[in-house]
């Protein structure tokens, strides 16, 4: 048996194959242009190529994210709090706090030792688009969003960007480069400015698992975080896909009945 | 594990008192204007919790500007007229109910059309009260400056642990001081058996109000948070009334058939949850029918008990006025607000609270000061934040507001993961 999970985010669409004893055989990121279908259909195309499976042998499909009634073949639709916290649980299975980092709301997510979510919170509505500002900095500092992680490990300080709302942090930006910081202190900047956010959220306890977009391209905010709560801060494997994995695990919960 | 539907209406209860609601506020509005038109009786404008009382033991027809501010919040006409009292100075950043009516009256827009209505009727007199906030004395002195009309009004006290009596005299005294500028106006001397009554009516509809809102103790509610926004129109610009009183024995009778008949609102309810702070005006039945596709019945709010004054007494008219404007919750400090909630979450059986924190309602949004993190840790009660505004849908984000939702109903749920192997391979 086979099954899917798939998260449409603002920045990626992931779709994760996972077989009959939860064993991921399959997974592919697409970046978000366009329509969300589309996206949906290259993600989960990929992912099934790399099974080696058919979309018909699909037993159930679950979908999360920003753009999960965009999945017609979706048997399920869930929560990415619940996504997020079903996969990064499956790698610990132990109580934790799960940190989503992804293109739009970051989430604080405390889950018990059994996997339940006992409580969530996301980042107020003007400081979204966390990921996606990370991308705007970019462009700004003329470099692919891949190199800024390299750009903020050359730094010796940071540029301050300290405003909550990721338009008004993007002026700061060009503000800061008219000054002449040099686009590694600004890279640096944004990435603080970023983990700032986060702890503003909600109050933070050990082991503290970081999952999504972010952690993947730019670690730089997680060392960050962790610098400035003084706490263990940690990566699950393959970040991005947690919420597809989670959602692929409540897919095959779906199709054991 | 829930499927998220498309959330449907068909879910949701209701009501047959409503063809009466709605004949008694049609009658409202247009009497009002009447009076204004015609110069048949005098015409106040107050706030929602202010000394309606007095006007009403004086004969003066009454409107509140914070129903009409609902009305262009729920009509979503808010939206295309707040820039114009922006552009006047002002700010969005303070009440969008100020907002929302300023800017209606300045682009002479406002929902009051289906009515027969220009707009809001002129009045001869505004009188505030700034027990719940600051705002509704500048919202109504732009109205006297406008039309060179006398603005009367209590400075009251707010953040109040216990009410004393000597706050509750200081009340007193300043409701005695406005009565002069409230009879010259009405050309008559207040009445002492007027108030009186008018008092006790308020008290009665407090009363019978009260039991409309506490039948949803029962399971399943019969009253979802979101109906009673609309059933409260009368407690609100009909208190002091006989017609509001009449109104409420209607509704609480049809609410105990509903309790008999075990007739929820909505009909499935498999978890009850509580709504702290504003609603959010324009997405009111986007809200009603979400939760409803979730199962989720939203049973009990502060903001519909904000009309329930059990402080009233006729026998001592002006200062149980005066407690009565006092013990209300947007008044007190965070110690009472938190031991109202805990008692609240207690009686209604609820399974989670919702705290709706409004952009420009700081004084009713009760999560600025840590007491949503203290109450969760206390009452182990789950709680739920929704950023958003009462009428400025530029602070609310559908999407955001809808995953935190699913996602806090899946919390409630309380799912536990089956134990499927593999992983990361």
């Not at chain 1, 979309?55 to 159930?60: E, G, K, P, S, T």
């Not at chain 2, 001397?189 to 009665?204: C, F, I, N």
């Not at chain 2, 989720?296 to 002006?318: E, G, I, K, M, Q």
Request: with cysteine; glycine share 8%.
């Amino acid at each position: 048996m086979v099954v899917a999970g798939v998260d449409l985010g603002t920045e990626c669409v992931k779709t994760v194959v996972v077989d009959g004893d939860g064993k991921i055989v399959g997974r592919a990121t697409v970046p978000t242009r366009g329509y969300f279908q589309d996206c949906f259909q290259e993600a989960t195309g990929t992912a099934l190529q790399e099974a080696k499976v058919p979309a018909a042998q699909l037993a159930a499909v679950c979908a999360t994210g920003f753009a999960a009634s965009c999945v017609p073949i979706a048997s399920q639709a869930l929560s990415e709090t619940l996504c997020h916290a079903r996969g990064a649980w499956h790698t610990v299975k132990k109580e934790m706090t799960v940190v989503d980092i992804g293109g739009r709301d970051p989430k604080v997510i405390h889950v018990d030792a059994r996997g339940a979510v006992t409580a969530s919170r996301s980042v107020r509505k003007c400081a979204v688009g966390i990921g996606t500002f990370l991308m705007f900095a970019s462009r700004h500092l003329d470099v692919h969003p891949t190199r800024l992680m390299d750009l903020a490990t050359s730094a010796a300080k940071a540029a301050p960007v300290g405003s909550y709302c990721s338009v008004f942090s993007e002026v700061e930006v060009i503000e800061l480069l008219r000054q002449g910081s040099t686009a590694g202190e600004i890279a640096l900047g944004c990435m603080i400015s970023i983990a700032d956010r986060i702890l503003e959220i909600d109050h933070l306890e050990n082991p503290i698992y970081i999952t999504g977009g972010v952690c993947e391209y730019f670690p730089g905010v997680v060392k960050a975080l962790a610098e400035r709560s003084a706490l263990s801060v940690e990566i699950l494997p393959e970040p991005i896909l947690a919420g597809a994995f989670g959602a692929a695990l409540y897919a095959l919960d779906q199709a054991r009945g | 594990m829930p499927t998220v539907n498309r959330p449907s209406r068909s879910a949701e209860a209701t009501f047959r008192s409503s063809a009466r609601l709605k004949e008694l506020m049609a009658a409202h509005f247009t009497g009002v204007d009447r009076a204004a038109r015609e110069k048949s009786a005098p015409v106040a404008w107050c706030t929602s919790v202010g000394p309606v009382e007095l006007l009403r033991a004086l004969g003066y027809q009454v409107f509140f500007p914070e129903n009409h501010g609902a009305l262009l919040g729920a009509s979503r006409v808010a939206g295309e007229v707040m820039g114009r009292a922006h552009a006047l100075g002002y700010s969005p950043d303070i009440c969008s109910y100020l907002t929302s009516d300023i800017g209606a009256y300045l682009a002479r827009k406002s929902p009051l059309t289906r009515y027969g209505l220009s707009g809001a009727p002129r009045p001869d007199l505004l009188l505030y009260s700034t027990n719940q906030c600051r705002e509704v004395r500048d919202w109504f002195e732009f109205y006297g400056r406008e039309w060179n009309l006398p603005v009367v009004g209590v400075t009251s006290f707010r953040d109040l642990g216990e009410v004393e009596d000597s706050h509750v005299e200081a009340i007193t005294r300043q409701l005695e001081g406005l009565i002069p500028a409230l009879e010259a106006v009405a050309g008559r001397r207040l009445d002492a058996p007027a108030l009186e009554q008018a008092v006790e009516r308020s008290r009665t509809c407090s009363d019978l109000w009260r039991d409309c809102l506490n039948s949803s103790a029962s399971r399943p509610a019969p009253l979802s948070f979101f109906d009673a926004t609309i059933q409260m129109g009368p407690a609100v610009v009909l208190r002091g009334t006989a017609e509001a009183c009449d109104y409420y024995r209607l509704l609480k009778a049809e609410l105990s058939e509903r309790v008999t008949a075990g007739a929820g609102a909505p009909h499935r309810e498999r978890f009850r949850l509580y709504w702290d702070g504003m609603p959010i005006w324009g997405r009111l039945r986007d809200l009603s029918t979400l939760f409803a596709s979730l199962g989720t019945s939203v049973v009990a709010s502060t903001y519909c008990n904000s009309w329930v004054f059990d402080a009233l007494d006729p026998r001592d008219p002006l200062r149980s006025m005066a407690r009565a404007s006092l013990e209300l919750f947007i008044a007190r400090a965070e110690g009472p607000k938190q031991r109202y909630l805990e008692r609240m979450a207690h009686e209604f059986s609820v399974d989670g609270l919702v705290f709706h924190d409004a952009r420009t309602c700081p004084n009713n949004s009760n999560v600025r000061f840590g007491l949503a993190q203290r109450l969760r840790r206390a009452s182990h009660v789950p709680v739920l934040v929704l950023d958003g505004d009462l009428n400025d849908l530029r602070c609310f984000s559908d999407e955001q507001a809808r995953t935190n939702i699913e996602a806090f109903v899946e919390q409630l749920e309380g799912a536990v993961p089956a134990t499927a192997g593999g992983g990361h391979g």
